[in-house]
């Protein structure tokens, strides 16, 4: 069975570098390019490699993913296919899509070109006093949704030799507690997580904890160190400090989502500032005639 088994690997290799070597004589011979290679057609509208990854790119997906691959070009091909179906059952209706198609590729165009001036006009600069003004000024605006904290988490299969050590030194009692956590984490956790300056809500901490809804609000707001085991794994929690429910959350948590505000806002009065600037500009250098009189 063995002999045999290898003999077929040896055959599957053989295929596929001749597959390999006749791609490779085909470029060389066509002149074509990686681009260049029709990547899917439907009768004879054809989609190239280059055409591809820049639609794909522009639609969100990922041209590293093959099951991104698929969903595109499977897609793509339906739409076209569609498209075809039209044009070939009721012109009249064809006419129209294709009609609206063209006002979308205005609509389009106009939004690329006020990003591409915002791009170039928009200050992204925001000092800590901006920051802090809209914060003192929004607190009304911002509650949590649920508990914040600081704290210890770690995760490891039970039964490791190191669990034992681990319940004495997950309470942080001193600077070497903390070094023989980071120790055993690197060497047995499964998951880990410790920041004592950045605030995580409870939630994302422990969303893989097999977790009894009546025990979170106990082990937050006593502050609980504990430690508790399934059937594979034993988790060790320690609360450091936490932020109540219906709060307002602390400023440095809101930091990043205050400075998305505020870009938000700057590039909104940009692009009322500049819709009517585009608008004039892209006019005076057409040759632009209505014929129509009305």
Request: hydrophobic share 40%.
């Given at each position: 069975m063995s002999y045999i088994h290898s003999v077929n690997n040896k055959i599957i290799r053989i295929k596929q570098a001749a597959i390999l070597v006749s791609l490779f004589l085909f470029f060389v011979i066509s002149g074509c390019s990686d681009q260049d290679v029709v990547v899917a057609s439907v009768n004879d509208h054809e989609l190239t490699m280059e055409q591809a990854e820049r639609l794909m790119d522009a639609l969100g997906y990922d041209i590293n993913k093959k099951e991104d691959w698929k969903t595109f070009l499977e897609s793509w091909t339906t739409n076209e296919a569609y498209r075809q179906e039209l044009m070939e059952a009721d012109e009249k209706r064809s006419e129209i899509v294709s009609l609206k198609g063209k006002n979308f590729e205005g609509e389009l165009s106009r939004f690329y070109l006020e990003e591409r001036e915002i791009s170039k006009k928009l200050d992204t600069t925001i000092t800590e006093k901006e920051l802090k003004d809209h914060y003192a000024k929004n607190k009304d605006q911002f509650s949590l949704q649920d508990?914040?904290?600081?704290?210890?988490?770690?995760?490891?299969?039970?039964?490791?030799?190191?669990?034992?050590?681990?319940?004495?030194?997950?309470?942080?009692?001193?600077?070497?507690?903390?070094?023989?956590?980071?120790?055993?984490?690197?060497?047995?956790?499964?998951?880990?997580?410790?920041?004592?300056?950045?605030?995580?809500?409870?939630?994302?901490?422990?969303?893989?904890?097999?977790?009894?809804?009546?025990?979170?609000?106990?082990?937050?707001?006593?502050?609980?160190?504990?430690?508790?085991?399934?059937?594979?794994?034993?988790?060790?929690?320690?609360?450091?400090?936490?932020?109540?429910?219906?709060?307002?959350?602390?400023?440095?948590?809101?930091?990043?989502?205050?400075?998305?505000?505020?870009?938000?806002?700057?590039?909104?009065?940009?692009?009322?500032?500049?819709?009517?600037?585009?608008?004039q500009r892209v006019n005076k250098k057409h040759d632009i005639q209505i014929h129509y009189n009305y």
């Open positions: 508990y914040l904290v600081k704290a210890l988490y770690i995760k490891i299969p039970k039964g490791i030799e190191v669990e034992s050590k681990l319940k004495e030194s997950y309470l942080l009692k001193n600077d070497k507690d903390l070094t023989r956590v980071n120790s055993y984490a690197k060497l047995y956790a499964e998951d880990f997580y410790f920041d004592d300056a950045q605030w995580i809500y409870f939630n994302d901490l422990v969303k893989d904890i097999p977790l009894k809804e009546y025990n979170r609000d106990n082990l937050i707001l006593n502050r609980t160190k504990t430690y508790f085991s399934d059937q594979e794994f034993t988790y060790f929690v320690n609360i450091l400090d936490y932020r109540v429910k219906d709060e307002v959350p602390p400023f440095d948590f809101l930091k990043g989502q205050i400075r998305e505000i505020i870009l938000a806002r700057r590039i909104s009065v940009l692009r009322e500032q500049i819709e009517n600037e585009i608008k």
